[in-house]
């Protein structure tokens, strides 16, 4: 505390004349990174030390007022070259500036201690075989250091950790620095492993150094003045009051250094509880997911498992009982929406976990059931013997069946299965989607037919599907991308030969399947209700090519097949050949639409109001395979048509031959009796042409004539006019 008041009213004087100053001013250039001999103080900001403490006393001594400016450049010597500072501080002895300038020094200011520091505590060589590290900014002093000992290796850094981390690196056996900075330095809690080597301590000067010039050697001259005026009891002083203080700080790595040890404890115990509270997280997820897959697999309502936990369950059994031999049903009850609808909704679903409950007490272990949607189960059975069907009839299907009926109420329950055999290939490749499949398309041929019962799968089912999906569901892609044609057919004329008509007939190049003859396609077509497109577009196609023919002057007729699913309630078939006539500017009278007599036995009323009004528009109607039907002679009376096409395959097919001509001589009479033209179809041989032209039957049409053939090859024909 004495000496803190012995330097306070050292320099009380000095600032007690600030303002009124009248002294030269003494530019000082000083480093500012060796504390705490030079240093600035973190509250005022300005340079301070030791060494600035000095500096004002030898200044004010000297008659000067000194003002402090931290040097910019990269070393003292540097900061020599620069004329904007007076002296700089401290040199320890007269060193060339950077550029080469002598230099004059001030006397000492004070000797100060400098002290190598080494790792550990291990001893050093003397000085003169060392390699030692020092900061850059200390260039004068390694000048002088060059000086005392020639032989001595020095390395430059630029900050005290570059410092350190060689000499740890082991690229310099020991640090060189004042002792009165290292005793500030050391302090630094990770620079516990560096020690003071005692026996180096060396002393150097501390002195103004400035440019040899006239100027220079004036300051100097004066300052020395000053300098002579310093007594021992000030400097010791100076120097007690700073290295007294407590002027180290920790800052955040020095914290984090100290307290690693907590900090490692504390993030182990983060780390612990992290992990602890992941695993609890993921054993509350898990019990979730357990909780929601058990909902997604069981079926509310009947209790047992839902379609996705009967996939994997099936799966489990036919995985882990590969020698089971397992049949796979999909069941249904057939029209059970009525059942609902009669019997309401409460009894349906009562209905439903009877039917659940009843067969999940037939089934082992080994086995197992699903509700699939609405009213269809699957279960999964092993094939033990014959008399287990027996036995599952007795014991489910038939209380299933009279579930009202033993309830006193008058509805009977129809169950259509479809069964699915497992085979041993799929043992190995697990697939239920496909057996499921397999055994619903069993089942909807069960359906099919109207009745309840059990229906087996047989691979031509698949087939027959596969079929109906590729040829229905690729229609649109056909028809846009032309895959359907029209062929034609020529019609001859017996009497002339010459041909006097055609029938269009189309044609599918199937991009997959390849030619697919419309006998296979019509009739899918026709059950999927798919017909009507592809025929308004054949018919679409027949207009165009016979307005083309009218344009160079060919006038043709063409007979055009309209299927029976073509003529539903609601649709205009007459308003729609009008309409194309009326588009492609022909004739009614070209169009001759045929309409097979299968039709009119299945729609009599409503096929005979349709012909009836082809014909108002003037549309000539022609019934088509006559012959085929069981009713042919009644259809004659009772159906309008212009003409009877009679399909000679029908009648010559089978049986005896004698008889079928008579037949086709007595319905070529019938028919010219009652007024209608007739054509034959199906004429393959000279013979059958021969007699039938015989037998008055003018129009004729078949394989013996031509073929069906491209629309081009029909162009090319030699025709006259046509009809
Ligand atoms: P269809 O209307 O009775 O047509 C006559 C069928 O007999 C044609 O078969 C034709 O190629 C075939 N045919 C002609 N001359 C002979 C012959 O001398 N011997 C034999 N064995 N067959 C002969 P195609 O073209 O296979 O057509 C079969 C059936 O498909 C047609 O019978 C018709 O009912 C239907 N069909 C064809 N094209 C269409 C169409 O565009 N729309 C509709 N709705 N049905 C069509
Ligand atoms: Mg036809
Ligand atoms: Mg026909």
Redesign the pocket.
Known sequence: MTSVLLVMSLFVPVFSLANTDTREELVVGVPTDRCPIFYIDEETGEVTGIGIDLIHLAAERAGYAATIKPVTEHTLKEALDNPGYDVIVPFGSAIKSESGKETVVSQNLMRVPFTLVSKGHKSLPPLNELRIGMLSSLAGVVDTLREMYPRIKIEMYDSMPECVRALRAGKVDALMHNSYVWSYVLQKPSYSDLSVQLATLISMDFRAGTPDTEKGREIIGNLNKGIARITDVQREAIVLDYTSRNLYVNDFWDNLYMYRDLLLAGALIITILAILLIRAYGIARRRQDRKLRELIETDPLTGILSMEGFKKRAEELIRDYPDNQYLLSFNNIRNFKFVNEKMGREAGDELLRFWAERSMSVLSEEETMGRITGDRFAVLRRYKADEQLGNDLKEVIEPVNNFFIDRGQEMRIQLCSGIYALTPEDHENIDVDKMLDYARIAEKKVRSTGKSGIEMYNPEQWEKEKQIVDISGYLPAALKNEEIQ??Y?PQIDSESGEICGA?????WNHARLGWI???VF?PIL?ESDL?YE??SY?WEKVCKDLQRWNRQGLRRSVS????RS?ISEGRNIPGFFFGLTKKYDIEPEQLRI?I?ETAYVEHPEHLIRTTAELREYGFQVEM??FGSGYSSLHMLKAVPVDCI?M?L?FLTGSGDLEKSRIIITQVIKLVHMLGMNLIA????TRAQADFLKEHGCREM????FY??MPVDEFEKLKIGDGS
């Not at 049409?701 to 013996?704: C, D, E, F, K, N």
């Open positions: 029209v062929w057919q029938e269009a007939l189309c044609r003859s419309p006998a019509i026709e017909i592809l025929d054949v055009v097949n309209l299927s073509d045929e097979t088509d395979d096409k399909d395959h179809e199906g004429v393959e049409q078949g394989y013996y073929k069906p």
